[in-house]
């Protein structure tokens, strides 16, 4: 059996004195995709943001392909990470935020080339063709001159996900990447998403409160809820047979409101 | 009227000092202003508490005693300039501790989450500062920018107090020599209002162009 490409080991994180992660603990596997669902307030976002390096937690340990994430080990000792070894952790991470973050003053060329050009050092050249590449695959080829404010939100999305792959990240993160959207701009998102899962074999986190895609994206479900996992499973379990109560509330609310599971 | 066309000529020579003065003073002041504005928001202290003194400073005293420390007092530690690169000194500094202020406020207007795109896409703190933020931030600078220049423009006149031959200079040398006070003055009058235009007509076809395609900017 592989090793866990994802080790979160009772990490705790609080807002002031609001404790929005309690002594949280996961594994994720090589090419697993995994949907984290939960009640609003619940830190799906904010598990994702740590992992991200985009906050810092209070205690506990994790670990990403084997190495330490917000530690490094010197001497056999452990210390705080500093910013060269966050850096190169980063390498094997990306994210998608639920905003797009498209960088307004680039063109969609821009936007997917940049990192890439200046992390890695890639030639012009080389950065330009493998942007094509994505944006053929998310379905924007023509739009690589346009600037982001003369796109629609999935298209900005979709622009997102292309710059984020444009580092080839072992793991991506997405973190409602539809909520912002009109509905009829969602579908068009999840299918890019359906054929990455399908084409690729990225680790995938994704926080969703689209539980029907949750059902497909997902090899298993992480209900979370005030900041501890309380049921995990295949979809289908956590779904169909939820076995804790919080679950059923949850899942009977989100399906009082409309969504489809 | 021929004589009259001689004074003119006078006061155009203050002119081209005056514009001199402000093209150079504006460059320095720039360059201070992003020096100083960065260092504000610099990851470490001892260089934070550099730029405040000088902003601090510089805003604190008066471009007066400014202008009298690099010209008279600046030759006692060998350090002799002419009139013009003194009042370039002056002008370059005082205006830069302002616009420093500019450029702060600017790059921390820039939405945490376009910090965050940098993190995610492990851009170095200097490369998302210079290819992400600067880019977005300059754009909110530029219309104080704009003031700012008109006010080193306008405190270009204080040179005259070292006797260098500005406009302000001209048109008491023209006033002193005719008797007329009408004549000069009218025409720095007009000379002023017109290189300020010049600086607002720049500074917004300039802004014009950089803002075209983004988002929620006027265009
Ligand atoms: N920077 C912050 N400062 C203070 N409180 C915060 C901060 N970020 C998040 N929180 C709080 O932490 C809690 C967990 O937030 P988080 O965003 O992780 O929830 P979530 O599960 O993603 O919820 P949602 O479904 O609404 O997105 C919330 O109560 C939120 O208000
Ligand atoms: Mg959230």
Not at chain 1, 24 to 46: H, N, R, Y
Not at chain 2, 27 to 36: E, P, Q, R, S, T
Request: with cysteine; aromatic share 8%; proline share 4%.
């Amino acid at each position: 059996m592989p090793a866990p490409i994802i080790k979160v080991d009772a990490i705790s994180k609080s807002f002031g004195t609001f404790k929005v992660l309690d002594g949280l603990s996961m594994q994720v596997m090589p090419g697993e995709k995994l949907a984290l669902i939960g009640p609003s307030g619940s830190g799906k976002t904010t598990i994702l943001r740590i992992l991200m390096t985009l906050e810092k937690i209070d205690g506990g340990h994790i670990q990403i392909d084997g190495e330490q994430l917000y530690h490094m080990e010197r001497n056999g000792r452990l210390l705080p990470a500093d910013e060269r070894h966050l850096a190169k952790m980063r390498q094997k991470i990306g994210m998608v935020f639920q905003l797009f973050n498209l960088f307004p003053h680039k063109c969609v060329m821009d936007n997917v080339t940049l990192a890439p050009m200046l992390t890695k050092g890639v030639a012009r050249a080389a950065a330009e063709k493998r942007a094509m590449q994505l944006l053929d695959m998310v379905g924007l080829a023509d739009k690589a001159k346009a600037m982001p404010a003369q796109l629609s939100g999935g298209q900005k999305q979709r622009v997102a996900i292309a710059r984020a792959l444009a580092l080839s990240p072992k793991i991506m993160l997405f973190d409602e990447v539809t909520s912002a959207l009109d509905p009829e701009l969602v579908e068009e998102v999840l299918n890019v998403m359906r054929k990455l899962a399908a084409e690729t074999d990225m680790t995938m986190l994704l926080v969703t409160h689209e539980m029907g895609f949750a059902h497909d994206f997902a090899d298993r479900v992480l209900f979370f809820d005030r900041g501890r996992i309380v049921e995990e499973g295949k979809p289908d379990e956590i779904f169909r047979h939820p076995k804790q109560e919080r679950t059923q509330g949850f899942l009977k609310k989100i399906i009082a409101a409309g969504h489809r599971v | 009227m021929t004589q009259w066309s001689g004074y003119l000529g006078l006061i155009l020579q203050g002119a081209l000092v005056t514009i001199e003065l402000t093209l150079m003073g504006s460059v320095l002041a720039l360059i201070m202003a992003f020096l100083a504005g960065i260092g504000r928001v610099s990851r470490f202290s001892i260089v934070r508490a550099l730029a405040t003194i000088y902003i601090e400073f510089f805003r604190g005293t008066s471009i007066f005693v400014q202008l009298f420390w690099a010209y008279f007092v600046l030759p006692f530690v060998g350090l002799s300039l002419t009139p013009l690169l003194a009042g370039v000194l002056a002008l370059g500094l005082n205006v830069g501790a302002y616009a420093a202020e500019v450029v702060r406020g600017a790059i921390l207007s820039i939405g945490r989450e376009q910090y965050e795109a940098c993190t995610a896409l492990n851009l170095g703190r200097w490369q998302g500062m210079r290819h992400v933020i600067l880019p977005q931030a300059l754009l909110v600078m530029l219309p104080t920018f704009g003031n700012n220049a008109i006010e080193l423009l306008k405190a270009t006149s204080v040179v005259s107090l070292i006797s260098l031959a500005d406009l302000t200079f001209q048109a008491q040398v023209v006033r002193s020599q005719t008797g007329s006070t009408l004549m000069p003055f009218v025409s720095v009058l007009v000379i002023y209002f017109v290189l300020a235009l010049i600086i607002s007509w720049g500074v917004r076809s300039l802004e014009r162009r950089m803002a075209r395609g983004l988002d929620g900017v006027r265009v």
